[in-house]
């Protein structure tokens, strides 16, 4: 091989393997930017990201994000300022679970008063409370439209419990559903205290028969506490009385509702009038077909009340339907549970209806003239209680505290979340001991069965006192009526054991 045959083979090899080489880095580089192309970024914030592209942001976050909610920003704002006035050692966390996110406008609306509820007990347990230790941080965890990823957001608080966040509760837990239940079965299970808003079904609870959520504790009463309360207002003929309900098996507070209404209700004549709601029951689906033929059957009856089992778009329905009923002559009272409260500000609602004599009436959880009008009862609250309450949602109004954005009270959503939170707050300072400033996880959930007598919680909503399960004994039940305007005005308080506790408020030996 001459000289210059060989500078000419090798010119070509050295050429052919630079064009390799910068072949292969173009296609690196090429793969490398279509990585960053076509994956998506996750995250949401810190704590927060989403499951997959496009989905909402699932977390826990104590710093402000909103989870892309408009609505809630201001009072996410408002807990961001407030955790951080905080020192790391000193304070103990609550997380708040709710579905932030969810689209339905009833849910949104309660999850916001929710969370301002939940933040003005925050801000007096750290401020009004003479320096009582450990300061409380509060963080907003997100179980998703519907709760239904609650799984990502339980694990992430599962991991607070160690420093720095030292988590010691969760509170909200606000809708009686599979996902919920779920959600408080691997909480209580993993030793985390949680304290339920506004959960009322039975078979999310503790009871005399059985503790599979130990360490839950509740702030509302049970359905079957509000059907007694319902029952005890309203003296109820049972053979002049019909119940219409959900078939719907997966919903907790429907399920539990009907078999209350039905034990109230036993040697009633008429047999229940059915229908099944959609699986997302704040989907209208086809049941107005179903209660525009059900308004036929009632008027075939002599009833004159109707317990309604069910949610409340389902509720605003059969109203609907029932305002175009063909006896228009006749009376009829509809008595139903907590979820009506949602009525007060439902578009779809034909308020028409309400003033062909229908009267809706139902058990709330709480309500602002429960205790300031009337002359409400010596025991079981009181409007002092309540005044705490609304002096600081006053000042929230503000710069001081606040702003957190407007606030309704008519629903009972914001009250209740208060007293919840105030009383996650009364059994992690119960549980720290002398010469501590945190209390151990497993000892905030064995002082649920001391909240009674002198130690009950003075709550804006009525006296919590706890039975050995968890549950409020004899809690006060407001009775509130929709009327043809949509304003729900309170008529009276109710209680399960037919009148106020007494003054020792203690629960009877079987509760």
């Keep these: 091989m001459n000289n210059r045959f060989r500078e000419i083979f090798w010119f070509t090899r050295l050429r052919r393997l630079l064009t390799s080489v910068l072949a292969l880095a173009l296609l690196a580089a090429a793969g490398i930017g279509a990585y960053i192309v076509y994956t998506p970024d996750l995250r949401c914030a810190k704590g927060v990201e989403r499951p997959e592209k496009g989905a909402e942001c699932i977390g826990v976050s104590g710093e402000g994000y909103d989870f892309g909610v408009p609505a809630l920003h201001a009072v996410a704002q408002a807990v961001a300022r407030e955790n951080r006035t905080l020192k790391t050692g000193e304070y103990a966390t609550v997380a708040l679970l709710l579905p932030l996110t969810s689209t339905d406008s ?105 503790d599979p959520y130990p360490g839950l504790a509740r702030v509302s009463p049970t359905n079957r506490d509000e059907a007694r309360a319902l029952a005890q207002f309203g003296k109820v003929d049972a053979k002049k009385a019909l119940i219409v309900q959900d078939t719907r098996t997966s919903d907790y507070y429907t399920s539990t509702l009907k078999a209350a209404f039905s034990t109230l209700l036993k040697g009633a004549p008429y047999a229940p009038n059915l229908f099944t709601s959609p699986s997302d029951s704040t989907q209208d689906g086809t049941t107005a077909n179903t209660f525009d033929q059900m308004k036929f059957l009632i008027c075939d009856t002599r009833a004159d009340t109707i317990f309604f089992a069910g949610r409340h778009t389902q509720l605003r329905q059969f109203i609907n339907a029932l305002g175009s009923r063909g006896c228009q002559d006749r009376s009829f009272t509809i008595l139903t549970g907590d979820e009506a409260s949602y009525l007060g500000r439902d578009a779809k609602l034909d308020k028409s209806a309400l003033a062909k004599k229908i009267t809706v009436r139902y058990a709330s959880l709480a309500h602002p003239d429960a205790w300031t009008t009337g002359t409400p009862p010596k025991t079981g609250g009181s409007a002092a209680d309540y005044k705490t309450f609304t002096d600081l949602l006053a000042k929230a109004a503000g710069k ?41 996880l497993a000892d905030v959930g064995t ?63 079987v509760s």
Excluded at 147 to 158: F, G
Excluded at 456 to 473: E, F, K, Q, V
């Design 400 to 440: 001081d505290i606040g702003p957190i954005g407007p606030s309704q009270l008519a629903d009972g959503q914001a009250i209740v979340a208060y007293d919840a939170m105030t009383l996650a707050v009364h059994g992690i300072r119960k549980a720290t001991v002398k010469g501590r400033t945190l209390p151990e």
């Design 447 to 509: 002082q649920w069965t001391l909240v009674k007598g002198q130690l009950r919680i003075y709550g804006a909503s009525g006296w919590i006192c706890l039975d050995n399960h968890g549950n409020p004994y004899n809690k006060a039940v407001p009775i509130v009526e929709l009327t043809p305007q949509g304003t729900q005005r309170f008529v009276k308080i109710a209680w399960p054991e037919g009148k106020p506790p007494a003054q020792a408020c203690l629960p009877p030996a």
């Design 106 to 210: 009833g849910t949104a609306t309660k999850v916001l008063n929710e969370v301002q509820g939940a933040f003005l007990e925050q801000y007096r347990a750290n401020h009004d409370n003479n320096g009582q230790v450990p300061k409380i941080r509060l963080v907003l965890a997100n179980s998703g439209r519907g709760s239904e990823q609650w799984r990502p957001t339980v694990d992430r608080i599962k991991s607070m419990t160690g420093a720095p966040d030292n988590l010691r509760a969760v509170s909200g837990i606000a809708i009686s559903s599979p996902s919920t239940k779920a959600a408080v079965k691997e909480l209580t299970a993993s030793h985390i205290p949680v304290i339920g808003t506004t959960i009322t079904a039975d078979d999310i609870a503790n009871s005399p028969s059985g």
